[in-house]
């Protein structure tokens, strides 16, 4: 079956630093989206992303949908203690139009 | 409340007893969707309604597994006969969109359930 393929499992980083993530596919996507989960909480939605080579900006945030339709990452700038958490990616395949496959997760833990 | 209500919270139960896990969405949301999420794992789909209707029920586990929406508003996941791998979180999702869906799920809370 599809597959994703998420990393870094998780990142320990500064205050302040800029972060990155990516997700890799085995089949073309044709909506890309990034989440963000906190303890206890469900999936809150970052970013969506709809077409290839799209490069879509929230906040502090920027994701791109890859050019290829089986790539996206997730930038996050100047990270701040707030930005802890899991950030999952998650992809809608081109044969479906609500099924969701979601990647494993990137978890963010920001070092004091 | 304006989010997606999910209970219990959390929920212990004996293996081989049965389980009810309650999810009331959004208002006016036409999408309702179940997911599992083990433990450092992403979500796993279960099934998906549109209004009462259970358009995709291939993600649910076992026949053990039952979800329902009989009034295309409030749904309930029903586990009969839990066993230990049964063990997770439960999400909910709900969307308003049906045709033309832009991805955008409101989740829950989710409902952790432990089987002993």
């Known amino acids: 079956g599809q597959q994703l393929n998420q990393s870094p499992q998780s990142m320990f980083i500064q205050e302040g630093e800029d972060v990155s993530m990516n997700c890799t596919s085995s089949?073309?996507?044709?909506?890309w989206l990034w989440y963000k989960q906190d303890p206890g909480e469900g999936p809150v939605l970052l970013i969506a992303?709809?077409?290839a080579g799209e490069l879509t900006s929230n906040g502090r945030l920027t994701a791109q949908f890859g050019i290829t339709r089986k790539d996206s990452f997730l930038n996050i700038s100047a990270s701040i203690p707030s930005d802890v958490g899991i950030y999952f990616c998650?992809?809608?395949?081109?044969?479906?139009?609500?099924?969701?496959?979601w990647g494993a997760g990137t978890k963010l833990i920001i070092k004091p | 409340g304006a989010g997606v209500s999910q209970s219990p919270r959390y929920k212990v139960a004996k293996r081989g007893q049965d389980v009810a896990l309650r999810c009331d969405p959004i208002?006016?949301?036409?999408?309702l969707f179940w997911y599992q999420q083990a433990l450092g794992q992403g979500p796993e789909f279960l099934t998906y309604?549109?209004?009462?209707?259970?358009?995709?029920k291939s993600g649910l586990p076992s026949d053990r597994f039952f979800a329902e929406r009989p009034e295309g508003s409030v749904s309930t996941l029903k586990i009969q006969r839990t066993q230990q791998e049964d063990s997770a979180v439960y999400l909910c999702?709900?969307?308003?969109?049906?045709?033309?869906?832009?991805?955008?799920?409101?989740f829950g809370e989710g409902s952790r359930l432990t089987v002993l």
């Open positions: 999702a709900s969307s308003l969109a049906s045709a033309g869906w832009t991805g955008e799920l409101f």
């Open positions: 998650a992809g809608q395949a081109s044969d479906s139009n609500y099924q969701l496959i």
């Open positions: 309604f549109q209004n009462e209707a259970q358009l995709d």
């Open positions: 992303l709809y077409k």
């Open positions: 208002s006016g949301h036409v999408s």
């Open positions: 089949s073309i996507f044709n909506t």
